[in-house]
């Protein structure tokens, strides 16, 4: 069973950084394209960052953060510098992998970043 798995949330002052990972386990074929997305309490899910061939970021986060990829190791990562607090949400992980089930998106469970002002 495929799973992506994230890590790397917590709290941080404005002005902070904070690393977050995404794994993928279980058995996959092909890894298309991997992103974050955020969800912050009473909004609707938004995109951070995206990395298929070529890296793509809200304008909220240009500059600030970064998205990267080790394809060996099947893991995604964003780095997020000088954090404030309207960054506060779940942040999420999605990939578009081709498995034996065939090509579909995957979520994970999602990991908390809280930034205090």
């Known amino acids: 069973q495929v799973q992506l798995v994230e890590s790397g949330g917590g709290l941080v002052q404005t002005g902070g950084s904070l690393r977050l990972s995404c794994v993928i386990s279980?058995?996959?074929?092909?890894?298309?394209?991997m992103g974050w997305y955020r969800q912050a309490p009473g909004k609707q899910r938004e995109l951070v960052a995206t990395s298929a061939g070529s890296t793509n970021y809200a304008d909220s986060v240009k500059g600030r953060f970064t998205i990267s990829r080790d394809n060996a190791k099947r893991t995604l990562f964003l780095q997020m510098n000088s954090l404030k607090p309207d960054d506060t949400a779940v942040y999420y992980c999605?990939?578009?992998?081709?498995?034996?089930?065939?090509?579909?998106?995957?979520w994970g469970q999602g990991t908390q970043v809280t930034v205090s002002s």
């Open positions: 999605n990939a578009d992998l081709s498995t034996r089930e065939g090509r579909r998106y995957y």
């Open positions: 279980g058995s996959i074929f092909s890894i298309y394209a």
